[in-house]
């Protein structure tokens, strides 16, 4: 896979998927993919109408963890889950019984500036990217709404993620704090809340 592909904003049905920002797109509404999830989508959009296994697919994602194949099945489910696809009655990915998944639709590269640009995306760690300066930025240390804050994990468009400690029960959780104007958008509201749904449906050790 080039680096070049991996860059190219790719069309398919009325979505449009980046794969240097991890984004999904549905007639400019955000949807915003785990990493390892978003990782399978591109696999199966760079490669349409193959056959791709369970071990290739699992080899390629999870490369560098020791994990089950309910991991991929869980992985396939929350793309299905964002794309609206049925399992039963395929529009996009189908499964090959005993032998992996298929991507069967038809898959384009869209034209122009891709939506990151558009929105002023920052990749965690990218110097070269402006941050939206209508996020809060929050300090390490700092406690918010009981939730002491540890470090940064990552920005987008959508908000920034921090790694935190839940004070209450005592246990590490993921903390999205998005920019103000935000939240009196209901369209943006409710991409997050069928985000929090999608991370809330997944169930594994690994993750």
């Not at 918010?144 to 246990?171: K, P, W």
Request: glycine share 8%; aromatic share 6%.
């Amino acid at each position: 896979m080039s680096a070049a592909a991996s860059r190219e904003l790719i069309s398919f049905g009325p979505f449009e998927f980046e794969a240097a920002s991890g984004l999904l797109y549905q007639e400019e509404q955000e949807i915003l993919l785990p990493i390892r999830v978003a990782k399978v989508l591109e696999i199966l959009l760079l490669r349409p109408g193959e056959v791709l296994s369970k071990d290739e697919l699992m080899t390629e994602v999870w490369q560098d963890a020791f994990v089950g194949e309910d991991s991929l099945t869980q992985a396939i489910s929350m793309v299905r889950s964002a794309l609206g696809d049925d399992p039963r009655d395929p529009t996009f990915i189908q499964t090959i019984p005993k032998r992996g998944y298929r991507f069967i639709a038809e898959v384009g590269a869209a034209d122009g500036p891709s939506h990151a640009e558009l929105v002023g995306f920052e990749s965690a760690g990218d110097p070269g990217i402006e941050k939206d300066d209508s996020t809060p930025s929050v300090l390490a240390g700092a406690n918010l709404g009981g939730f002491e804050i540890r470090d940064e994990l990552g920005s987008g468009a959508m908000g920034v993620v921090y790694r935190a400690r839940d004070t209450v029960l005592e246990r590490e959780v993921a903390l999205k704090v998005l920019p103000e104007d935000f939240v009196s958008d209901p369209d943006r509201v409710a991409c997050f809340e069928r985000e929090a749904k999608l991370l809330a449906a997944v169930s594994h050790p690994n993750i």
